[in-house]
């Protein structure tokens, strides 16, 4: 198995476009006891997005824009795993749905926008559905089955079946989502990088606020790992203002 080549991988792709034989060869050299701090060098570059060649046009806007949809997921799939009743995205529940409004917003501002061509257009439309066709059908599939009427209290074996298909099924359409972002971004209009810096705090001070309200609860793993992740993309977002400006 080729290590180095593997944690290259980790890297932001303006890196490893750039910089990637470099440090492919160095891990090389270091052998094993270099992987982890290449690993952690990965996770530092990802917290420093003002520190990336543009190696293509747009790439820094198209890379955070993919990587904010990506964090949202992920951080929806926690909770929808932990379920806890501290944290709701309802209206009739405002308390407990708070920290959903600066996500909310932090996708609004980091939205891709339609291009102005139509020509161009065309071509998003069918990136869009070439992306989107696969979970549609995976989503249409378990919702049918879930439907049917055929399995009403499954135990044993069909239980785990439906669950590990249910959690499979919400991870492809996770994936499939940030697919959909990186192909979009070939073609929409990107954010700024001051809406881009925006929409990352916006986001971090959701997932902070949700962390804060599971931690209360006593839901300490879900609240860690929402933590984390507000760490992670307000370091980015504040990272952004040596672009901005």
């Known amino acids: 198995m080729n290590v180095p080549a593997l944690l290259l991988r980790l890297y932001p792709p303006g890196i490893r476009?750039?910089?990637?034989?470099?440090?492919?060869?160095?891990?090389?050299l270091a052998g094993p006891r270099s992987w982890f701090d290449t690993a952690a060098g990965a996770a530092k570059l990802w917290l420093h997005p003002s520190d990336w060649p543009e190696t293509a046009n747009e790439q820094t806007s198209r890379v955070l824009t993919t990587a904010f949809v990506a964090v949202t997921v992920v951080a929806t799939l926690l909770v929808r795993a932990a379920g806890p009743a501290s944290l709701t995205a309802n209206l009739g529940r405002p308390t407990t749905s708070a920290w959903f409004a600066p996500v909310l917003a932090g996708l609004a501002l980091a939205a891709p926008l339609p291009p102005p061509h139509w020509a161009t257009l065309g071509r998003l439309v069918v990136a869009a559905a070439h992306s989107l066709i696969a979970p549609?059908?995976?989503?249409?599939?378990?919702?049918?089955?879930?439907?049917?009427?055929?399995?009403?209290?499954?135990?044993?074996v069909a239980k785990v079946l439906l669950v590990?298909?249910?959690?499979?099924?919400?991870?492809?359409?996770?994936?499939?989502?940030?697919?959909?972002?990186?192909r979009v971004g070939r073609f929409a209009v990107l954010p700024s990088t001051r809406r881009l810096r925006l929409a990352l705090l916006l986001l971090g001070a959701g997932l902070a606020l949700a962390a804060v309200q599971t931690l209360l609860t006593g839901t300490l793993v879900l609240s860690c790992g929402l933590a984390a992740l507000a760490a992670a993309v307000f370091a980015a977002g504040l990272d952004l203002r040596r672009i901005a400006e």
């Open 164 to 182: 590990g298909s249910y959690w499979a099924v919400l991870s492809f359409i996770a994936i499939h989502l940030c697919l959909l972002t990186a």
């Open 17 to 28: 476009e750039r910089w990637g034989s470099e440090i492919v060869h160095e891990a090389r």
């Open 136 to 156: 549609v059908l995976a989503f249409g599939t378990l919702f049918l089955i879930a439907h049917s009427g055929l399995i009403v209290h499954p135990t044993g």
